[in-house]
C-alpha cells in the first residue's frame, strides 16, 4: 500500500503479484525463489487406503475366491457322501498308518451351506476345524485345503506388516482433498486473499471443505501440527525450511512433500511504483548483486532447502486408524450375531407356544 501511495520509491522484500498490482507496479526482477506452497508429511499407506485389500492385487484375491469356491464345492460333496453312507467299509491296516484309518464315525446327517462355508472360514483363517472327514478323499481334500490356504494367510499377513510401516506420497491437490489429512494456512493477513481468489477446481474446493473459515495458524504452530503428521499447511517455503531446518529429525525430512498451492506460478518480485524514474537504476544495480553472485552466495546462505541424508528405516506406533476397517468388521458381526440370536429365540418361543396349544387342544379333544 505504501508503494501505490508512493511514499516509498522502492520496496526491497519481494511482493506476489496479481492483475490489480501489476496494473499499478512495475515488476524488475524475480526475488525470492521460493513459492508459497502445501507441505506435507507423507502419510501412512492405511491413512490414505485399505491396505486389508490392497494387499493383493485383483487376479490374486479372485484366483484365491476360486479356489477356497472348488475346495468349499468338494467338500460339501465329500461330507454328504459320507453321511448317506456311514457304514463306510474301510480296509484294516497296520497299526503303523493307525492314523489313515477310515472310522465309522459321522457326526452329522446333513452338511449345508452354512456348515461348508464355516469350514471353508477356518481353513482361510487358519483356525482349525470341528468337522473331521471320514475318508480318505476327504482327508486328503482337508490337508490341501488348510496347507494351500496356509501360505496364502503368511503372505497375507507379512504384506499387512510391510504396509502398515510404509508411506504413500500424495499425487495432487484432489488426492489431498480426498483424503482425510487436515489442511490449514499460514495466518497471514494476505494469505486469505490468494485463498478467495481462487474461483474454482480443486483448490477452491479445498478452500471451501477443508480451511474456510478458521483454518489459519501461526507458523509455529502450523509446522508443529505437520511435524506431527497427518496435516497439510499453506506457508511460505522460505520461513517453513528455516523451521524445519531447526525442529524437524532427518526422519521427518525424508517423509515431507511439497504440493502446489495457491500462489504457486506467481513467484516475488521486487517491484517499484508506475513509472518510478528509479525503475532503470535499481534494475541495474540489482543485475550487478546477481552478476557478482552475491545474491546467490546470500540464497545459499540464508535460503537452504532441507536435505534427506538417509532413508533409514524406522517403527511407528500403530494407531486406531490403522485398524478401523476390522474393528467395523468385528463390530458389525458381533451386532449382527446377537440380532440373530435374538431371532432365534424369539421363532423358538414362539414355536414352542404353538407347540404347547396344540398339545392343549389334544388333550381336551381327548
Given at each position: 500500500m505504501r508503494l501505490l501511495c508512493k511514499k516509498i520509491r522502492f520496496l526491497a522484500g519481494s511482493i506476489f503479484?496479481?492483475?490489480?498490482?501489476?496494473?499499478?507496479?512495475?515488476?524488475?526482477?524475480?526475488?525470492?525463489?521460493?513459492?508459497?506452497?502445501?507441505?506435507?508429511?507423507?502419510?501412512?499407506?492405511?491413512?490414505?487406503?485399505?491396505?486389508?485389500?490392497?494387499?493383493?492385487?485383483?487376479?490374486?484375491?479372485?484366483?484365491?475366491?476360486?479356489?477356497?469356491?472348488?475346495?468349499?464345492?468338494?467338500?460339501?460333496?465329500?461330507?454328504?457322501?459320507?453321511?448317506?453312507?456311514?457304514?463306510?467299509?474301510?480296509?484294516?491296516?497296520?497299526?503303523?498308518?493307525?492314523?489313515?484309518?477310515?472310522?465309522?464315525?459321522?457326526?452329522?446327517?446333513?452338511?449345508?451351506?452354512?456348515?461348508?462355508t464355516l469350514i471353508a472360514l477356518e481353513a482361510v483363517c487358519q483356525q482349525g476345524t470341528a468337522t473331521e472327514p471320514q475318508s480318505f478323499a476327504g482327508r486328503i481334500l482337508a490337508l490341501i485345503l488348510f496347507g494351500a490356504f496356509m501360505f496364502i494367510y503368511v503372505s497375507y499377513s507379512a504384506n499387512i506388516v510391510v504396509l502398515l510401516q510404509s508411506t504413500t506420497k500424495i499425487n495432487d491437490v484432489q488426492e489431498l482433498l480426498d483424503s482425510r489429512i487436515e489442511v490449514g494456512g499460514c495466518q497471514i493477513h494476505y494469505m486469505k486473499n490468494y485463498f478467495e481468489g481462487v474461483k474454482k477446481g480443486p483448490l477452491r474446493k479445498l478452500y471451501e471443505k477443508k480451511i474456510y473459515p478458521d483454518q489459519y495458524f501461526p507458523l509455529e504452530v502450523g509446522m508443529k501440527k505437520v511435524q506431527d503428521g497427518n496435516f497439510a499447511f499453506h506457508v511460505a517455503m522460505q520461513s517453513a525450511y528455516e523451521y524445519i531446518l531447526k525442529h524437524f529429525t532427518n526422519h521427518e525430512i525424508c517423509g515431507l512433500q511439497e504440493l502446489p498451492g495457491y500462489i504457486e506460478e506467481n513467484l516475488g518480485y521486487i517491484a517499484v511504483p508506475k513509472h518510478s524514474p528509479y525503475k532503470d537504476l535499481f534494475k541495474v544495480a540489482i543485475l550487478r548483486i546477481d552478476e557478482y553472485g552475491l545474491q546467490r552466495r546470500t540464497n545459499l546462505r540464508v535460503l537452504m532447502t532441507p536435505k534427506c541424508f538417509s532413508q533409514a528405516a524406522s517403527f511407528k506406533d500403530v494407531g486406531f486408524y490403522d485398524c478401523e476397517q476390522v474393528l467395523w468388521i468385528w463390530i458389525f458381526g458381533t451386532s449382527l450375531a446377537f440380532v440373530i440370536f435374538l431371532i432365534e429365540r424369539i421363532m423358538h418361543s414362539i414355536s414352542k407356544r404353538i407347540a404347547t396349544k396344540k398339545g392343549n387342544r389334544v388333550l381336551r379333544f381327548n
Amino acid at each position: 500500500m505504501r508503494l501505490l501511495c508512493k511514499k516509498i520509491r522502492f520496496l526491497a522484500g519481494s511482493i506476489f503479484f496479481t492483475e490489480d498490482r501489476y496494473e499499478a507496479v512495475d515488476l524488475i526482477k524475480q526475488g525470492n525463489p521460493h513459492a508459497i506452497r502445501f507441505v506435507v508429511r507423507k502419510p501412512s499407506t492405511s491413512y490414505m487406503k485399505n491396505i486389508f485389500l490392497i494387499t493383493f492385487n485383483l487376479s490374486v484375491w479372485v484366483a484365491s475366491v476360486v479356489v477356497l469356491a472348488v475346495f468349499a464345492a468338494a467338500v460339501n460333496i465329500i461330507l454328504n457322501w459320507e453321511t448317506r453312507n456311514k457304514q463306510v467299509s474301510s480296509c484294516r491296516l497296520p497299526d503303523f498308518f493307525h492314523f489313515f484309518t477310515v472310522s465309522q464315525k459321522v457326526k452329522q446327517n446333513k452338511y449345508g451351506v452354512s456348515d461348508v462355508t464355516l469350514i471353508a472360514l477356518e481353513a482361510v483363517c487358519q483356525q482349525g476345524t470341528a468337522t473331521e472327514p471320514q475318508s480318505f478323499a476327504g482327508r486328503i481334500l482337508a490337508l490341501i485345503l488348510f496347507g494351500a490356504f496356509m501360505f496364502i494367510y503368511v503372505s497375507y499377513s507379512a504384506n499387512i506388516v510391510v504396509l502398515l510401516q510404509s508411506t504413500t506420497k500424495i499425487n495432487d491437490v484432489q488426492e489431498l482433498l480426498d483424503s482425510r489429512i487436515e489442511v490449514g494456512g499460514c495466518q497471514i493477513h494476505y494469505m486469505k486473499n490468494y485463498f478467495e481468489g481462487v474461483k474454482k477446481g480443486p483448490l477452491r474446493k479445498l478452500y471451501e471443505k477443508k480451511i474456510y473459515p478458521d483454518q489459519y495458524f501461526p507458523l509455529e504452530v502450523g509446522m508443529k501440527k505437520v511435524q506431527d503428521g497427518n496435516f497439510a499447511f499453506h506457508v511460505a517455503m522460505q520461513s517453513a525450511y528455516e523451521y524445519i531446518l531447526k525442529h524437524f529429525t532427518n526422519h521427518e525430512i525424508c517423509g515431507l512433500q511439497e504440493l502446489p498451492g495457491y500462489i504457486e506460478e506467481n513467484l516475488g518480485y521486487i517491484a517499484v511504483p508506475k513509472h518510478s524514474p528509479y525503475k532503470d537504476l535499481f534494475k541495474v544495480a540489482i543485475l550487478r548483486i546477481d552478476e557478482y553472485g552475491l545474491q546467490r552466495r546470500t540464497n545459499l546462505r540464508v535460503l537452504m532447502t532441507p536435505k534427506c541424508f538417509s532413508q533409514a528405516a524406522s517403527f511407528k506406533d500403530v494407531g486406531f486408524y490403522d485398524c478401523e476397517q476390522v474393528l467395523w468388521i468385528w463390530i458389525f458381526g458381533t451386532s449382527l450375531a446377537f440380532v440373530i440370536f435374538l431371532i432365534e429365540r424369539i421363532m423358538h418361543s414362539i414355536s414352542k407356544r404353538i407347540a404347547t396349544k396344540k398339545g392343549n387342544r389334544v388333550l381336551r379333544f381327548n
